[in-house]
């Protein structure tokens, strides 16, 4: 059965500090997608980031970069040099092999960014 | 373009009342998925409908919950009657099969249940 585990519920750090929010999955499946959502405290969930399973490149936005590795069933969201505007609940999700629309959250990481 | 719009975004009610949610989609999007979400948790997917059919309500609790989507665009989702367990947040998505995007869930601001 896919799950997604998101083993940091609560992380604090200083504005300008680096910050890396954990992501492991499980999936029978070989094909798949992982995503990472960005909840502000408006509630809306806001898309970051798609990956297939596939892809193992790292990609970098800006500020943002993620790392997937297959061999460790891991997608973990790195943020450099943080802001207070980047405080936030952050989710990780896993998508099903045969229906791409179905997904699977995890529990969420609330980043607290103090400036 | 408009995001995806729900109303009302924050319901108070008694248990045993019944309680509706509406949800218009972003244009063009042809599935439509309500969540709903726990304080402290993840979503988790309550029903997903491909235009007006229901394709997947397998978390849906059927004996008090309902949902429609007439016309493949608004949806609503019913609760009825409410118990204090229903007290959550609860989000709709839509998503489109086309371009880029495909499969990317856009999310609207919820609705705050709270059920005294």
């Known amino acids: 059965a896919q799950k997604v585990t998101q083993a940091q519920t609560e992380i604090s750090v200083v504005e300008k500090e680096d910050v890396t929010l954990d992501c492991v999955y499980e999936t029978r499946d070989t094909t798949y997608y992982l995503f990472w959502y960005k909840q502000p405290p408006s509630g809306e969930l806001v898309f970051l980031i798609r990956?297939?399973?596939?892809?193992?490149q790292n990609e970098i936005s800006g500020r943002y970069s993620w790392n997937f590795q297959k061999s460790t069933s891991s997608f973990n969201f790195t943020i450099t040099a943080s802001q207070v505007v980047d405080s936030a609940v952050y989710f990780c999700a896993l998508s099903d092999a045969y229906n791409f629309n179905k997904f699977y959250f995890g529990s969420g990481t609330k980043l607290n960014v103090k400036p | 373009e408009a995001g995806v719009v729900q109303s009302p975004r924050y319901k108070i009610i008694e248990k045993k009342q019944p309680v509706a949610f509406w949800c218009n989609p972003i244009?063009?999007?042809?599935?439509l998925y309500w969540y709903r979400q726990n304080l402290g948790q993840g979503p988790e997917l309550l029903i997903r409908y491909e235009n007006e059919e229901a394709v997947d309500d397998s978390q849906l609790p059927k004996d008090r919950f309902s949902a429609e989507r007439l016309k493949g665009v608004d949806s609503t989702l019913k609760i009825q009657p409410a118990e204090l367990g229903d007290s959550a947040v609860y989000l709709c998505?839509?998503?489109?099969?086309?371009?880029?995007?495909?499969?990317?869930?856009?999310f609207g601001p919820g609705t705050r249940l709270t059920v005294l």
């Open positions: 998505a839509s998503s489109s099969r086309d371009g880029s995007s495909y499969n990317e869930q856009f």
């Open positions: 990956r297939n399973s596939f892809d193992e």
């Open positions: 244009s063009g999007h042809n599935t």
